[in-house]
C-alpha cells in the first residue's frame, strides 16, 4: 500500500513535533496539541496522531499490568500483613522502577532492606529479563546476612521457576508457621 505524497505544511508540523517529542518524550497526542496551541498552530488531535505514527514516535510512559504474574507461575502469599520490622535483615523488598530515556525505558531494580531502607543492590537493564534482577538479588546476599523474608510483588520476573529457584537455593529455611515463600 503507497502512501500519499507529504505535504510541506505537515512536513514543517511533523519537525515542528519532533522537536516538542524530543524536549518532552512523554508528551501525548493531547499535550503535544496544547503545546501547538500555545503556538497559535491549530492543529486536531487526530492529525497529530496521523503524523506522530507516520514518523514512528510515541509518548514514552509506564506500560500498564507489568506487576502481572506470567500465565502458569504460582501466586505467593503475601507475608507482611501485620508483622512489625524491628531489625534489619528481617525483610528484604526487592523491586523494579521504570525510568523513560529518550528511546524507551532502562529498568532499576532493587534489593532494600526494609527496616533501614538501606539499598543493598541494584541493576539497571534495558529488558524486563529476570537475568539483572538475579544479578542484584546474588550482590545482596553475597554482601549481606541473608534475610528471613524476602518480598517482592507478584511480576513475572519474581515469579519465574528461574528467580525462585535461586532464591531456595540461597535463602535460609524460615522457623516460623508463617509458610515458606
Not at 524491628?86 to 527496616?115: E, H, K
Amino acid at each position: 500500500m503507497s502512501r500519499a505524497p507529504i505535504s510541506e505544511e505537515d512536513i514543517w508540523l511533523m519537525r515542528r513535533i519532533d522537536e516538542l517529542h524530543l524536549n518532552d518524550p512523554f508528551a501525548g497526542i493531547r499535550m503535544l496539541r496544547g503545546l501547538l496551541w500555545q503556538q497559535d498552530l491549530d492543529v486536531g488531535r487526530r492529525h497529530i496522531k496521523t503524523l506522530m505514527r507516520r514518523m514512528g514516535i510515541e509518548a514514552i510512559y509506564r506500560k500498564p499490568d507489568t506487576s502481572k504474574p506470567a500465565p502458569g507461575h504460582r501466586i505467593y502469599p503475601y507475608l507482611l500483613r501485620g508483622l512489625s520490622i524491628t531489625r534489619p535483615n528481617q525483610v528484604w523488598a526487592m523491586d523494579i522502577t521504570y525510568i523513560p530515556m529518550a528511546c524507551g525505558f532502562v529498568y532499576l531494580a532493587a534489593v532494600v532492606d526494609s527496616f533501614s531502607r538501606r539499598v543493598l543492590a541494584w541493576r539497571l537493564s534495558i529488558t524486563m529479563d529476570t537475568s539483572f534482577c538475579i544479578e542484584a538479588l546474588e550482590e545482596a546476599l553475597s554482601k549481606n546476612e541473608k534475610p528471613e523474608i524476602f518480598n517482592t510483588d507478584q511480576g513475572s520476573q519474581f515469579t519465574s521457576e528461574v528467580f525462585t529457584g535461586r532464591r531456595s537455593t540461597c535463602m535460609p529455611t524460615r522457623r516460623s508457621t508463617r509458610p515458606e515463600l
